[in-house]
C-alpha cells in the first residue's frame, strides 16, 4: 500500500504543480492583457482615486477635483468653464479628456515620470505621485474680453504675444461646460448627447479645429507675398487696375464692395480692402509664389500643436490664374483657422517672423517644483523685416483712417485689417466677419499683443463694414486688456 | 490463504517502514510552540497592517489574543495527548486560518455592511474547540473503524437534508436554521473518507483479487463488488443533480477513486472511475444548465463582456490575480470586491492574489501542500490499513478541494462552488477543516509513536 499512497502523493504534487503553472500565467505572462481589458475597472479607478492637478490661468486654478464617494473617486469641477472650454477641454471617467486636460493628461493625472525626483519610489510603493499643475499662458482679463465681446454669437477669438508666441486668449463662442462631462451616470451621458446634437456645436473649438474663408485678411498674406517678390517695389504706385476686374482666362468680373479702387495704388488697396488690386497683385506674383508665401505664413501645415493639434490651414497648390485671383483675397477654397490669421498679424507685428504659438507656459508639482518649461520657439520667418515694416504702415492706416477705425485705441499704436467672407453656394451663407491686428502702448518698440477675431452670424451687411462692425470692437477690447496688463 | 500466484501479484512485500518511525520519535512540541507562534504572529502583523492600509480602527489586540489563546488551546491538546503528533499540522492550520480572517477583516473595510470576519472568528473558535475536542477525546483512531456504516449513514443524512430547503444562489447545500446557515456535506466529507477507509480496509482483498482479467493488468470486476463503486457514483451525480453542487460531486468522486486506488493498487478502477466521471461530468455539463454555464464560463470567461454585459465574476477574478503580478497591490491596496457576490468565500483566493502577488499565492499554495504531504507522511508510516486509507483519504480531501477551487477561480477548470480550506468565509468549512486536522494530528502521532500494531 505504501507504494500506492506514494503514487497519490506524487498525484498531489502534480496538481499542484499545475496550479502553480497556472497561477503564474495568469499573474505574469497574462497580466499586461488583462490588466489592458476595457471591462477591467481598475486603471479607472486608480487613475481618480487622487484629485487631478489643475489648470493655471495667471497663477490660479480654474480647475479642480470634488470627492464623489463613488467607486471612481475625484471628478473634474471647472470654476469658469464655459470661458476656459476651448483651452481646458473636458476630462470626464465617462468620455475621456480632450486639449489640454488630454495633452497634459500625464501630469494632471500624476503618472508623468518627472512629477517624481525618485521615479522608482513609486515602482516599488506602487503609490502615484500628486498630479502636477499645468500654468497656462492665457491672461484672464483679454480671455474674458474676448468672450464678453462674441457675447454667445459663433465664433471665436485668439490673442497672441508677437515676440514669444504665447497665446494669450483663445476663445470659442458659444461654449459650454466641461463639468457636466466629468463624472459618470445618465445625467453625463444626457449632456454629452444633448451638447452633440446642438445645431450651435458648443464643443466645436472654432479657434483651433474650425476653418474658415479669411476673405480680406488674407490680402496682408498677398501683399506681403508681392512686395518680398519684388512685384511691387513701391507700394504708393498705382497699379492700373480695372474696376471690376475681369478674372484671367474668364468674362467674369471682380467687383469691389466700395467705390475709389480703380487704378489704387496697393497702399490705398489695403486700407480700403480693394479685390481687384490684390486679386490682380496675386496673379502677377503667381501660383508659385503666393503658395510659397502661405506656407511661410503656416498654411498647409499639419503639424501644429499648442499643444493640442490645430487644423489645417488651406491654400491651393493646384488652381488657375481666375482661381489664384480669388484665392488672393481669401475667397475660393482658401481656408484658415482663427489661430492661424492671429499668426498672420503676429508676423507683421514681430517683424516678419513668426513664433510658435504655445498654450502651456510650465508644468509643476503638486508642491511647486518645476517639471517642464515651454519656451519660445521660432516657427519661421513670413517675410522680410523691410516689408513687414511697410506692412505695419499699411495696416495702421487700417485702422487710423480705413475700414478698421473701431478697433482704434486711444494712446496706443493699433495696426489692423478687416474682412467679411462670403461663403455658401452664390454667397447665400451669412458672411463671416473677420478682424486681424495688433497694438503697441506708446512709446513701446514692439507691438505687445495680437489677434484675431471671426464673428459668424455678423449683420448681413456686405463689404468690409462688417469687420470693422462686427469684429473690431472685440479686437480692440482685447487688445486693450492686453496692453493694461502690461 | 489465498493461491500463491496471486499473492505474490498483488500483495507486494511491504518495504521496511522507515528507521524513525519504528524508534519512538522526538517529541518536538518545542518546535510546534515556536512555528505557532509564528503563525500567530505573522497573522497579527497583517491584521493590524490591513488597519493601518484602511486608516480605520481595528481591533488588532483582540484579534491577536483571540488567535492567540485558541492556538495555545490547541497546541495544549496535542502537548498531552498526542505528544508525538507531526509538529508542523497545528502552525500550518493556524497561520492559513489566521491570514483568511485577515483577509476577510480586509474585505470587510471594502464592503462596508456585510461584515464577516466577526461571525468567521466564532466559527474558527468554535472548530479550534473541535479540534482539541477530538484530539483529546479520541485516543486511537482505529476506533473510528468499529462506526464505518454510522458514519455514511450520517453522511448520506446530511447530504440529502438540504435537499428540502431551498435552494440558495442557485445550489441545493445550505441548511438555514435559527439565523446560522450551515453546509451539511462540509461535515459529510470527512464522515465519508472514514466509511471509505473502513470498508476498503476490510474488503481490499477481495477488491484486489476478483475479476476475470482482460488483459495485462486490467480486470473486468464483478457484480458484486462493482455494486458500491456504481452505488457511490450513483450518489454523486444525484448530489450534482438534486443539490446542484458540482464542487461536492467531484470531491466526493475524487476521494473514491483516490481511495480504492490507494487499497487495491488497480489501474481498472482508476480507468472505470475516470470513464464513468468523464460520462457523468459529460452528461450533467450538457444538460444541467447550472453546471453548462459554469462550463461556459470557463471556456470563454469574458464572453459576457463581449455581449456587453460586463465582466462575469470569473472575468473579475482573473483581473484580480493580473492585477496582482509578482508582488502583489500590497495588502488592503487590491479591488478584489470588485468581483462581489462570494468575494470572501468561494474567490477569497483572488484577494489573495490580487495583494500578495505571485510570490505570496505561490507561498499559501505551498502550505496547503506542505499540509497535504505531512498527511501523507502519516500515513505512510502507519501500519494499518485503516489508518493509512483514513489520512491518504482526509490529505487527499484537502489537496482535492484546494484544487478544486483554486483551479476554478483562476481558469484552469470549471468554476465549481468549493471553500478555499481554512481561508474561506464559510462556518461548517472552517470547523470541517479544523477536525481533519485534528485528526491528522492524531493519525500522525499514533504514527510516530510507534508501535500501533497492525499488519501492513
Given at each position: 500500500m505504501i507504494?500506492?499512497?506514494r503514487?497519490?502523493?506524487?498525484?498531489?504534487?502534480?496538481?499542484?504543480?499545475?496550479?502553480?503553472?497556472?497561477?503564474?500565467?495568469?499573474?505574469v505572462?497574462?497580466?499586461?492583457?488583462?490588466?489592458?481589458?476595457?471591462?477591467?475597472?481598475?486603471?479607472?479607478?486608480?487613475?481618480?482615486?487622487?484629485?487631478?492637478?489643475?489648470?493655471?490661468v495667471d497663477?490660479?486654478?480654474?480647475t479642480?477635483?470634488?470627492?464623489?464617494?463613488?467607486?471612481?473617486?475625484?471628478e473634474?469641477?471647472?470654476?469658469?468653464?464655459?470661458?476656459?472650454?476651448?483651452?481646458t477641454?473636458?476630462?470626464?471617467?465617462?468620455?475621456?479628456?480632450?486639449?489640454?486636460?488630454?495633452?497634459?493628461?500625464?501630469?494632471l493625472?500624476?503618472?508623468?515620470?518627472?512629477?517624481?525626483?525618485?521615479?522608482?519610489w513609486?515602482?516599488?510603493?506602487?503609490?502615484?505621485?500628486?498630479?502636477?499643475d499645468?500654468?497656462?499662458?492665457l491672461?484672464?482679463?483679454?480671455?474674458?474680453?474676448?468672450?464678453?465681446?462674441?457675447?454667445?454669437?459663433?465664433?471665436?477669438?485668439?490673442?497672441l504675444?508677437?515676440?514669444?508666441?504665447?497665446?494669450?486668449?483663445?476663445?470659442?463662442?458659444p461654449?459650454?461646460?466641461?463639468?457636466?462631462?466629468?463624472?459618470?451616470?445618465?445625467?453625463?451621458?444626457?449632456?454629452?448627447?444633448?451638447?452633440?446634437?446642438?445645431?450651435?456645436?458648443?464643443?466645436?473649438?472654432?479657434?483651433?479645429?474650425?476653418?474658415?474663408?479669411?476673405?480680406?485678411?488674407?490680402?496682408?498674406?498677398?501683399?506681403?507675398?508681392?512686395?518680398?517678390?519684388?512685384?511691387?517695389t513701391?507700394v504708393?504706385?498705382?497699379?492700373?487696375?480695372?474696376?471690376p476686374?475681369?478674372?484671367?482666362?474668364?468674362?467674369?468680373?471682380?467687383?469691389?464692395?466700395?467705390?475709389?479702387?480703380?487704378d489704387a495704388?496697393?497702399?490705398?488697396?489695403?486700407?480700403?480692402?480693394c479685390?481687384?488690386?490684390?486679386a490682380?497683385i496675386g496673379?502677377?506674383?503667381?501660383?508659385?509664389?503666393?503658395?510659397?508665401?502661405?506656407?511661410r505664413?503656416?498654411?498647409?501645415?499639419?503639424?501644429?500643436?499648442?499643444?493640442?493639434?490645430v487644423s489645417?490651414?488651406d491654400?491651393?497648390t493646384?488652381?488657375?490664374?481666375d482661381?489664384?485671383a480669388?484665392?488672393?483675397?481669401g475667397?475660393?477654397?482658401?481656408?484658415?483657422?482663427?489661430?492661424?490669421?492671429?499668426?498672420?498679424?503676429?508676423?507683421?507685428?514681430?517683424?516678419?517672423?513668426?513664433?510658435?504659438?504655445?498654450l502651456?507656459d510650465?508644468?509643476?508639482?503638486?508642491?511647486?517644483?518645476?517639471v517642464?518649461?515651454?519656451?519660445?520657439?521660432?516657427?519661421?520667418?513670413?517675410?522680410?523685416?523691410?516689408?513687414?515694416?511697410?506692412?505695419?504702415e499699411?495696416?495702421?492706416?487700417?485702422?487710423?483712417?480705413g475700414?478698421?477705425?473701431n478697433?482704434?485705441i486711444?494712446?496706443?499704436?493699433v495696426?489692423?485689417?478687416t474682412?467679411?467672407?462670403?461663403?455658401?453656394?452664390?454667397?447665400?451663407g451669412?458672411?463671416?466677419?473677420?478682424?486681424i491686428?495688433?497694438?503697441?502702448?506708446?512709446?513701446?518698440?514692439q507691438?505687445?499683443v495680437?489677434?484675431?477675431v471671426?464673428?459668424?452670424d455678423?449683420?448681413a451687411?456686405r463689404?468690409?463694414?462688417?469687420?470693422?462692425?462686427?469684429a473690431?470692437?472685440?479686437?480692440?477690447?482685447?487688445?486693450?486688456?492686453?496692453?493694461?496688463?502690461? | 490463504?489465498?493461491?500463491?500466484?496471486?499473492?505474490?501479484?498483488?500483495?507486494e512485500p511491504?518495504?521496511?517502514?522507515?528507521?524513525?518511525?519504528?524508534?519512538?520519535?522526538?517529541?518536538?512540541?518545542g518546535?510546534g510552540?515556536?512555528?505557532l507562534?509564528?503563525a500567530?504572529?505573522?497573522?497579527?502583523?497583517?491584521?493590524?497592517?490591513?488597519?493601518?492600509?484602511?486608516?480605520?480602527?481595528?481591533?488588532?489586540?483582540?484579534?491577536?489574543a483571540?488567535?492567540?489563546?485558541?492556538?495555545?488551546?490547541?497546541?495544549?491538546?496535542?502537548r498531552?495527548?498526542?505528544?508525538?503528533?507531526?509538529?508542523?499540522?497545528?502552525?500550518?492550520?493556524?497561520?492559513?486560518?489566521?491570514?483568511?480572517l485577515v483577509?476577510?477583516e480586509?474585505?470587510?473595510?471594502?464592503?462596508?455592511?456585510?461584515?464577516?470576519?466577526?461571525?468567521?472568528?466564532?466559527w474558527?473558535?468554535?472548530g479550534?474547540?473541535?479540534?482539541?475536542?477530538?484530539?483529546?477525546?479520541?485516543?486511537?483512531h482505529?476506533?473510528?473503524?468499529?462506526?464505518?456504516?454510522?458514519?455514511?449513514t450520517?453522511?448520506?443524512?446530511?447530504?440529502?437534508?438540504?435537499?428540502?430547503?431551498?435552494?440558495?444562489?442557485?445550489?441545493?447545500?445550505?441548511?438555514?436554521?435559527?439565523?446560522?446557515?450551515?453546509?451539511?456535506?462540509?461535515?459529510?466529507?470527512?464522515?465519508?473518507?472514514?466509511?471509505?477507509?473502513?470498508?476498503?480496509a476490510?474488503?481490499?482483498?477481495a477488491?484486489a483479487l476478483?475479476g476475470?482479467?482482460?488483459?495485462w493488468?486490467?480486470?473486468l470486476?464483478?457484480?458484486r463488488?462493482?455494486?458500491?463503486?456504481?452505488?457511490?457514483?450513483?450518489?454523486?451525480?444525484?448530489?450534482?443533480v438534486?443539490?446542484?453542487?458540482?464542487?461536492?460531486?467531484?470531491?466526493f468522486?475524487?476521494?473514491?477513486?483516490?481511495?480504492?486506488?490507494?487499497?487495491?493498487?488497480?489501474?481498472?478502477?482508476?480507468?472505470v472511475?475516470?470513464?464513468?466521471?468523464?460520462?457523468?461530468?459529460?452528461?450533467?455539463g450538457?444538460?444541467?444548465?447550472?453546471?453548462?454555464?459554469?462550463?461556459?464560463?470557463?471556456m470563454?470567461?469574458?464572453?459576457?463582456?463581449?455581449?456587453?454585459?460586463?465582466?462575469?465574476?470569473?472575468?473579475?477574478?482573473?483581473?484580480a490575480?493580473?492585477?496582482?503580478?509578482?508582488?502583489g497591490a500590497?495588502?488592503?491596496?487590491?479591488?478584489s470586491?470588485?468581483?462581489?457576490?462570494?468575494?470572501?468565500?468561494?474567490?477569497?483566493?483572488a484577494?489573495a492574489?490580487?495583494?500578495?502577488?505571485?510570490?505570496?499565492?505561490?507561498?499559501?499554495l505551498?502550505?496547503?501542500?506542505l499540509?497535504?504531504?505531512?498527511?501523507?507522511?502519516?500515513?505512510?508510516?502507519?501500519?494499518?490499513?485503516?489508518?493509512?486509507l483514513?489520512a491518504?483519504?482526509?490529505?487527499?480531501i484537502?489537496?482535492?478541494?484546494?484544487?478544486?477551487?483554486a483551479?476554478?477561480?483562476?481558469?484552469?477548470?470549471?468554476?465549481?462552488?468549493?471553500?478555499?480550506?481554512?481561508?474561506?468565509?464559510?462556518?461548517s468549512?472552517?470547523?470541517?477543516?479544523?477536525?481533519?486536522?485534528?485528526l491528522?494530528?492524531?493519525?500522525?502521532d499514533?504514527?510516530?509513536?510507534?508501535?500501533?500494531?497492525?499488519?501492513?
Amino acid at each position: 500500500m505504501i507504494r500506492y499512497i506514494r503514487w497519490c502523493a506524487w498525484f498531489c504534487v502534480l496538481l499542484l504543480a499545475a496550479l502553480l503553472v497556472n497561477v503564474a500565467r495568469v499573474q505574469v505572462w497574462e497580466s499586461a492583457a488583462y490588466g489592458a481589458n476595457p471591462a477591467n475597472k481598475r486603471p479607472a479607478i486608480e487613475r481618480y482615486a487622487q484629485p487631478r492637478g489643475n489648470l493655471l490661468v495667471d497663477g490660479r486654478p480654474v480647475t479642480g477635483s470634488r470627492d464623489s464617494g463613488q467607486l471612481l473617486r475625484y471628478e473634474r469641477t471647472y470654476t469658469d468653464g464655459p470661458l476656459y472650454a476651448p483651452v481646458t477641454g473636458f476630462s470626464s471617467q465617462t468620455y475621456g479628456t480632450s486639449f489640454a486636460e488630454r495633452a497634459e493628461d500625464a501630469v494632471l493625472a500624476g503618472t508623468d515620470p518627472g512629477l517624481s525626483a525618485f521615479p522608482l519610489w513609486y515602482d516599488l510603493s506602487r503609490g502615484r505621485p500628486a498630479g502636477g499643475d499645468v500654468a497656462t499662458t492665457l491672461r484672464a482679463a483679454v480671455q474674458e474680453a474676448a468672450y464678453r465681446g462674441l457675447g454667445g454669437r459663433r465664433g471665436a477669438a485668439v490673442a497672441l504675444e508677437p515676440a514669444t508666441g504665447r497665446i494669450l486668449a483663445l476663445v470659442s463662442s458659444p461654449s459650454y461646460d466641461p463639468g457636466l462631462l466629468s463624472g459618470t451616470g445618465t445625467k453625463v451621458k444626457a449632456a454629452w448627447a444633448r451638447l452633440n446634437a446642438d445645431p450651435a456645436r458648443p464643443m466645436l473649438n472654432r479657434a483651433l479645429r474650425e476653418t474658415y474663408p479669411p476673405g480680406s485678411t488674407f490680402k496682408i498674406v498677398t501683399a506681403a507675398a508681392a512686395l518680398d517678390a519684388g512685384v511691387v517695389t513701391d507700394v504708393d504706385a498705382p497699379t492700373h487696375t480695372p474696376d471690376p476686374y475681369p478674372l484671367p482666362g474668364t468674362s467674369t468680373l471682380l467687383p469691389n464692395a466700395g467705390t475709389g479702387c480703380e487704378d489704387a495704388s496697393m497702399a490705398e488697396a489695403v486700407q480700403w480692402s480693394c479685390n481687384t488690386v490684390m486679386a490682380k497683385i496675386g496673379v502677377q506674383v503667381g501660383l508659385k509664389g503666393m503658395v510659397a508665401a502661405a506656407e511661410r505664413f503656416g498654411f498647409n501645415d499639419e503639424g501644429l500643436r499648442v499643444p493640442s493639434w490645430v487644423s489645417r490651414s488651406d491654400f491651393d497648390t493646384d488652381m488657375s490664374p481666375d482661381q489664384l485671383a480669388l484665392s488672393s483675397i481669401g475667397q475660393f477654397n482658401t481656408r484658415a483657422t482663427p489661430l492661424q490669421m492671429a499668426m498672420v498679424a503676429a508676423a507683421v507685428a514681430q517683424g516678419g517672423e513668426i513664433q510658435t504659438p504655445f498654450l502651456v507656459d510650465r508644468t509643476t508639482r503638486h508642491g511647486g517644483g518645476l517639471v517642464r518649461r515651454h519656451g519660445p520657439h521660432t516657427l519661421g520667418r513670413a517675410m522680410s523685416p523691410p516689408t513687414a515694416l511697410r506692412l505695419q504702415e499699411l495696416m495702421v492706416k487700417v485702422v487710423e483712417e480705413g475700414t478698421g477705425r473701431n478697433a482704434a485705441i486711444p494712446g496706443a499704436r493699433v495696426g489692423g485689417k478687416t474682412g467679411t467672407a462670403q461663403h455658401g453656394v452664390g454667397n447665400a451663407g451669412t458672411p463671416y466677419a473677420w478682424f486681424i491686428g495688433w497694438a503697441a502702448a506708446d512709446g513701446a518698440p514692439q507691438p505687445a499683443v495680437a489677434v484675431a477675431v471671426v464673428v459668424e452670424d455678423a449683420e448681413a451687411v456686405r463689404g468690409d463694414i462688417s469687420g470693422n462692425g462686427a469684429a473690431a470692437p472685440i479686437a480692440r477690447t482685447m487688445m486693450e486688456a492686453a496692453l493694461a496688463g502690461r | 490463504m489465498p493461491p500463491p500466484a496471486l499473492t505474490a501479484k498483488v500483495t507486494e512485500p511491504e518495504p521496511a517502514p522507515p528507521p524513525w518511525s519504528d524508534t519512538r520519535a522526538p517529541r518536538r512540541g518545542g518546535v510546534g510552540l515556536m512555528l505557532l507562534a509564528g503563525a500567530v504572529l505573522i497573522s497579527a502583523l497583517g491584521h493590524a497592517y490591513v488597519g493601518l492600509v484602511g486608516r480605520v480602527q481595528i481591533s488588532t489586540p483582540h484579534y491577536a489574543a483571540g488567535l492567540a489563546v485558541a492556538a495555545l488551546l490547541a497546541h495544549l491538546a496535542v502537548r498531552l495527548r498526542a505528544p508525538y503528533a507531526d509538529p508542523v499540522l497545528l502552525p500550518i492550520a493556524v497561520l492559513l486560518n489566521g491570514l483568511g480572517l485577515v483577509l476577510i477583516e480586509r474585505l470587510d473595510l471594502a464592503t462596508p455592511g456585510q461584515a464577516g470576519a466577526g461571525d468567521q472568528l466564532r466559527w474558527s473558535g468554535l472548530g479550534v474547540g473541535l479540534f482539541a475536542l477530538v484530539v483529546v477525546g479520541l485516543r486511537d483512531h482505529r476506533v473510528l473503524q468499529r462506526y464505518a456504516y454510522l458514519s455514511v449513514t450520517a453522511a448520506l443524512a446530511l447530504m440529502l437534508v438540504p435537499v428540502f430547503f431551498p435552494a440558495v444562489n442557485g445550489a441545493h447545500i445550505w441548511i438555514r436554521f435559527a439565523g446560522l446557515s450551515f453546509q451539511p456535506g462540509e461535515f459529510a466529507k470527512i464522515l465519508l473518507a472514514v466509511f471509505f477507509a473502513s470498508y476498503l480496509a476490510a474488503n481490499r482483498t477481495a477488491l484486489a483479487l476478483t475479476g476475470r482479467r482482460l488483459f495485462w493488468r486490467l480486470r473486468l470486476l464483478p457484480g458484486r463488488v462493482l455494486g458500491p463503486i456504481l452505488t457511490i457514483w450513483l450518489l454523486s451525480v444525484g448530489v450534482l443533480v438534486l443539490e446542484r453542487d458540482l464542487g461536492t460531486s467531484l470531491l466526493f468522486f475524487g476521494l473514491f477513486v483516490i481511495m480504492l486506488f490507494t487499497a487495491t493498487g488497480r489501474i481498472g478502477w482508476i480507468a472505470v472511475g475516470l470513464l464513468l466521471a468523464a460520462l457523468g461530468a459529460y452528461a450533467v455539463g450538457t444538460l444541467e444548465p447550472h453546471v453548462h454555464s459554469r462550463v461556459q464560463d470557463w471556456m470563454n470567461p469574458f464572453a459576457s463582456i463581449a455581449r456587453g454585459e460586463g465582466p462575469g465574476q470569473l472575468a473579475q477574478s482573473l483581473f484580480a490575480f493580473a492585477a496582482g503580478g509578482l508582488l502583489g497591490a500590497g495588502l488592503g491596496h487590491g479591488h478584489s470586491f470588485l468581483i462581489g457576490f462570494a468575494a470572501k468565500s468561494d474567490f477569497v483566493l483572488a484577494t489573495a492574489g490580487e495583494e500578495l502577488g505571485l510570490v505570496g499565492l505561490t507561498a499559501l499554495l505551498l502550505l496547503y501542500g506542505l499540509l497535504v504531504s505531512r498527511g501523507f507522511r502519516a500515513g505512510l508510516a502507519l501500519r494499518d490499513p485503516f489508518g493509512r486509507l483514513l489520512a491518504t483519504g482526509l490529505a487527499s480531501i484537502v489537496a482535492l478541494q484546494v484544487f478544486v477551487i483554486a483551479g476554478g477561480v483562476t481558469g484552469l477548470i470549471p468554476l465549481t462552488g468549493m471553500a478555499m480550506p481554512f481561508l474561506a468565509q464559510g462556518g461548517s468549512s472552517v470547523v470541517t477543516n479544523w477536525i481533519i486536522v485534528a485528526l491528522l494530528v492524531r493519525l500522525s502521532d499514533s504514527a510516530r509513536r510507534g508501535g500501533t500494531g497492525g499488519s501492513g
